[in-house]
T-cell receptor, first 115, second 111 residues
Framework: DTAVSQTPKYLVTQMGNDKSIKCEQNLGHDTMYWYKQDSKKFLKIMFSYNNKELIINETVPNRFSPKSPDKAHLNLHINSLELGDSAVYFC??????????????FGNGTRLTVT | QKEVEQNSGPLSVPEGAIASLNCTYSDRVSQSFFWYRQYSGKSPELIMSIYSNGDKEDGRFTAQLNKASQYVSLLIRDSQPSDSATYLCAVMGGGSYIPTFGRGTSLIVHP
């Protein structure tokens, strides 16, 4: 019973291509996130959605576009991939709200390599 | 800009010893504090959460919070080689439920 699942696990592609990463959670959580983890293990928030509404959009190039068709899914589409986009991308979910600081549950990550 | 600081390590301890991992944060109104463990090539997994000043114990793990000093720590008693991982501190609160992560401390427990 996978709680937060994301696909694919590995993604190798060339510069300039467009790719998507999918994420689904079966925990009934209201909030979903995309984090980018660089080679030095730093986890940086990219986007957060609460009930399909965009809450947070940190300083991320507009080549990155999240899509949330429903509160259980948050996909990430990346246009015109660049070498610097190579990283591990984690999807996460939480029962988060301003009144409830609940912890995050992470997916297994997608290791993106741009050549 | 919220900041969460951790010593990157590596922190090396012998098997059976107590490992002490520290984290400081800049946002004084932070309310929730979490420790995640991340094995190499794996995703972060929650091991402890703490919301009020003092100590919270769970098995071999103890989280300690001092809001006045803006400091949270994680103690691992009877450290095992399987505890070798990167430990990430995360802080939430102040009207935001988006956690800010530290850069993590690498722990190595040697036999």
């Amino acid at each position: 019973d996978t709680a937060v699942s994301q696909t694919p696990k590995y993604l190798v592609t060339q510069m300039g291509n467009d790719k998507s990463i999918k994420c689904e959670q079966n925990l009934g959580h209201d909030t979903m996130y995309w984090y980018k983890q660089d080679s030095k293990k730093f986890l940086k928030i990219m986007f957060s959605y609460n009930n399909k509404e965009l809450i947070i959009n940190e300083t991320v190039p507009n080549r990155f576009s999240p899509k949330s068709p429903d509160k259980a899914h948050l996909n990430l589409h990346i246009n015109s991939l660049e070498l610097g986009d190579s990283a591990v991308y984690f999807c996460a979910s939480s029962q988060g709200s301003v009144l409830n600081n609940s912890p995050l549950h992470f997916g297994n990550g997608t290791r993106l390599t741009v050549t | 800009q919220k900041e969460v600081e951790q010593n990157s390590g590596p922190l090396s301890v012998p098997e059976g010893a107590i490992a002490s991992l520290n984290c400081t944060y800049s946002d004084r109104v932070s309310q929730s504090f979490f420790w995640y463990r991340q094995y190499s090539g794996k995703s972060p997994e929650l091991i402890m959460s703490i919301y009020s000043n003092g100590d919270k114990e769970d098995g071999r793990f103890t989280a300690q919070l001092n809001k006045a000093s803006q400091y949270v720590s994680l103690l691992i008693r009877d450290s095992q080689p399987s505890d070798s991982a990167t430990y990430l501190c995360a802080v939430m609160g102040g009207g935001s439920y988006i956690p800010t992560f530290g850069r993590g401390t690498s722990l190595i427990v040697h036999p």
